[in-house]
């Protein structure tokens, strides 16, 4: 039940973040955005992704990047495209990590960031997020012999974060309030904190539940480690980009719901969570209730409205 409430809050949330990323400004040439002006004058689309986020955002076997969030930020810059009046916009797809990913917004050096970011209300101060496109929650991966379950059977142990997420800000705070006295170390992103746990330098691995079971499955270490303990943190994921920009929030908004329109977001998100990778491995991660709800109310179609 608190699970249930604490999503449908975050449901609420997101929806309040994408109605507070269209504040403010617009401008720049031809009556355009600053950021869809810019993109208008060099033809081309910078994309930010991460490279150890599967199914989100990570690279194949030969160094390309791929997954779910890409493909959404795709269809976003088709959107962009109609929207600049430029068809055959270039993408330039830019390695950002999970500690650099937001001032890579705010410094201009990305236009969409298409990983796996939680739009909270502290970040939302900051940037701009699309409508939901998966929530998650700040779980443990140990070794499967461990005797770990929750957190506080790792009391005065060590346990690793990647470095800027929510979950560090979330195993921060259960250390102070439950006072479990834990050793807290860093990873610069999330294939760091898993190679801490694997060498032995950490007793768990704590970040998105769905990140931990992409990273088992991405290493075939369903026999070395497992997924524990109750959830830690709420996080609806969403695309971020530049705040105070109206007339980008609508692109963003008006692709997700073309693609909730022509029923395509849950072939997209089956095609990354339920069936094989590119990459060969399988997550078997069946779409949330809560999800599909929130893509049905993306689908203005007219028989969505019968």
Not at 86 to 91: A, G, S, V, Y
Request: one cysteine or more; hydrophobic letters at 40%; aromatic letters at 6%.
């Amino acid at each position: 039940m608190r699970r249930s409430l604490a999503i449908s809050g975050g449901l609420l949330l997101a929806a309040w973040l994408l109605a507070t990323g269209a504040a403010a400004q617009t401008g720049g040439s031809e009556g355009l955005s600053p950021t869809l002006s810019a993109i208008k004058n060099s033809h081309t689309v910078r994309l930010g992704y991460r490279e150890s986020s599967p199914p989100f955002s990570f690279l194949d076997q030969s160094g390309r990047p791929i997954g779910y969030s890409l493909e959404l930020c795709e269809a976003i810059v088709e959107e962009i495209g109609i929207e600049v009046d430029d068809p055959d916009l270039k993408i330039d797809y830019v390695k950002v990590t999970s500690d650099d990913r937001i001032d890579a917004v705010l410094q201009n050096k990305i236009d969409l960031e298409c990983g796996s970011t939680t739009a909270n209300a502290e970040r939302g101060k900051r940037v701009a997020f699309s409508p939901l496109m998966f929530v998650a929650g700040t779980k443990l991966m140990v070794p499967k012999a461990s005797g770990v379950r929750q957190l506080a059977d790792l009391k005065g142990k060590t346990i690793v974060v990647t470095k800027g997420t929510t979950n560090e800000q979330a195993i921060q705070a259960a250390d102070k309030k439950f006072s479990l006295g834990l050793n807290i170390v860093t990873g610069a992103d999330h294939e760091q904190s898993y190679q801490t746990l694997v060498d032995g330098k950490a007793d768990a691995f704590a970040t998105d539940d769905i990140l931990l079971s992409g990273l088992i499955a991405r290493h075939k270490a369903q026999d070395k480690f497992r997924v524990t303990g109750d959830y830690l943190s709420y996080d609806p994921y969403g695309i971020m980009f530049r705040k105070g920009e109206p007339q980008l929030s609508a692109v963003v908004e008006r692709a997700f719901r073309k693609l909730g329109s022509n029923r395509d977001l849950v072939p997209l998100y089956n095609k990354w969570f339920t069936a094989r990778l590119p990459t060969g491995e399988r997550l078997n991660v069946p779409i949330s209730l809560q999800l599909e709800e929130a893509f049905k109310a993306m689908d203005d179609s007219a028989s969505a409205n019968n």
